[in-house]
């Protein structure tokens, strides 16, 4: 437990970090273009890179290549190196091509991921933006290999504060272009000029962070040399593991896909209610995975990939199980908190410039459903790689098929009985539910594969959780009711205050409480906090 706190607290900071420096440059886009037509086409063209990364590459990173580096790393006899070089040999080749091709294909990716009619005003700045967006794709895929390396020599710090080089580049573009563009949010009165600024602005900030990963990478000590001996790349070996995970992803993004078109439709029936509150949502409810979850993942699946390798399955449950209970100490009382101050939360962030208070207050209301999905999302999560560390992708295809036909067919029947206001508030509770179905047959499948995962224990720590976290609720509903009495809504200042009681002192109370109550991983957490401030 305290090897796992202490890389995760060290991943964690750098994440937190990058998150901040994230809300800064998402308050600073929602200020220079809003919410919504040029909003909307910025962030589908935004979005794609991202799809096609996760169906080539990104979530083969996780299942396949990690696991097949550290094997590499185990049994040949240069330690992997070698292997290593031939892999980003592969994946810098690969991904240019990639995405010399999907810069001549931006019209079709727009076509398939809006519901924007070819030749509408939306749809040829979304191209545009694609075009500048898309070579992106190269630098991307490079950094995360990277990442992935360094991952297995248990360097997490770089890959985690390298986004944050990344933010603070775009931010710089993002405050540019509302100094010099001429159209700001108004989709028919930008340029190419302006165009060009945040497209190729976007993609200057990726390069400076796979900059920064491949400096990492020579610092400890890899040095890379091209090599084409493909034979000796195992990429049969790969592309038999990476099938499945890539049917995963499939999957997923065709669910993904339909949602960009449901909330791109949902936007054209009523402006600020589309793609741009969805994404903006997202990437708040995505915040507290982002800054625990994906910490403690990235630490746990290389350890947990050489337990399988060795048999020692009792390490795996115990590994698994430290997991979960450490991100439910953290993602039980924060999903709580977003279910009641999503609008408090938004409002400072997208309330200004171009984005209007009623706009950010809607990406608050979706931002309270989507905090109904962070638990089962994160548990999600952590049961596939359960899976991954056993070489097993296949399973996570059905599990992964299956929370997506929930997904997409609820999300269908809720765009079609709910008003297109609450259109895209549906998709994200669709969301919510699918992952909790999906949660629960992937912890079935996965007990079943390492001899039970203790669920009794994991759910009566998550009881005792939650039950530490209701007065948090409770003092967050009477701040929100309080000020918004006091103040006649939520503005800037209001909301503030509103978070400093509700969130602040109310994640102090539920240290407090949690703390009292006996809950290990909180007195860990709270440990290893007050020992750094007695230094």
Known sequence: MSRMLRASALMAAGTMVSRVTGFVRTMVLAYAIGTRALGDSYNAAYAIPYSILDLLLLGVLSSVVVPMIVR?????????????QRLLT????????VAVLAVLAAPLLIDLYTDWAPGSRKYEV???L?????PQLAFFGIGAVAGAILNTRDRFGAPMWAPVLNNLVVICVFVTYALVSQGRDNIDAVTTADLALLGLGTTAGIVAQAAVLIVALRRAGFSFVPRFDL???RLGEMGKAGVWTIGYVVVTQLGFMLTTNLSSSAGDQVSGH????YTLAFQLFQLPYGVVGVSVITAMLPRMSR?????RLADVREEFGSSVRLICALMVPVSLLLMVLGPAITVPIYGHGANSVADAVYIGNVLQVYGLALVPFAVFQ???RVFYSFGDTRTPVYVGAGTTAVNAGLMVVFYLVLPARYAVMGLALAYAIAYGLGALLAWMLAARRVGGLDGWTVGMAMTRMYLASLPTAVLALAAVWGVTEAFGGLRFVSSLIVLAVGGGLGLVLYLGVAHRMRIPEVNSIVGMVARRVGR
């Open 231 to 233: 034979r000796n790349a």
């Open 72 to 84: 590499a790393q185990q049994q040949d006899p240069d330690g992997g190196r070698a292997y290593e």
């Open 130 to 134: 694609a075009r500048f967006i898309l």
């Open 90 to 97: 592969v994946a810098t080749v690969a991904l240019t091509v």
């Open 382 to 384: 952590l049961l596939l």
């Open 126 to 128: 979304g191209v545009m």
């Open 274 to 277: 589309g793609i741009s509150p």
């Open 307 to 311: 337990a399988v390798g060795e048999g």
